[in-house]
Nanobody
Framework: VQLQASGGGLVLPGGSLRLSCTAS????????VGWFRQSPGKEREVVAF???????YYVDSVKGRFTISRDRALNTVYLQMNSLRPEDTAAYYC????????????????WGQGTQVTVSS
């Protein structure tokens, strides 16, 4: 499966962005799909993931602000990000896995290119 991430940009604190991860080659529902982020000098960390079943997981720092969802018809997974904070600034990546370990980047086999999110006034 090939993944294409998009939707990043510059936004004011408190603003919103929606990231998209569109798959080609296979149905995105065949995988768990995660969103990760990485800032300079930091490790890549999971933000959220959606299992093939549709159930979701969020890291504590984004609970209540971010929502991950899937559109099977468009073969796309979204990350709606609201109430953005400067600390959310990072390159965001989507990735797909069939592993049951979904919180660790090394267990993901397929990656999209990063999309930069910058939260700044």
């Amino acid at each position: 499966v090939q993944l294409q991430a998009s939707g990043g940009g510059l936004v004011l604190p408190g603003g919103s962005l929606r990231l998209s991860c569109t798959a080609s080659g296979r149905s995105i529902s065949d995988y768990s799909v995660g969103w990760f982020r990485q800032s300079p000098g930091k490790e890549r960390e999971v933000v959220a993931f959606i299992r093939g079943s549709g159930s979701t997981y969020y890291v504590d720092s984004v609970k209540g602000r971010f929502t991950i969802s899937r559109d099977r018809a468009l073969n796309t997974v979204y990350l709606q990000m609201n109430s953005l904070r400067p600390e959310d600034t990072a390159a965001y990546y989507c990735a797909a896995t069939k592993s049951v370990i979904r919180t660790t980047a090394s267990y993901y086999d397929y990656w999209g290119q990063g999309t930069q999110v910058t939260v700044s006034s």
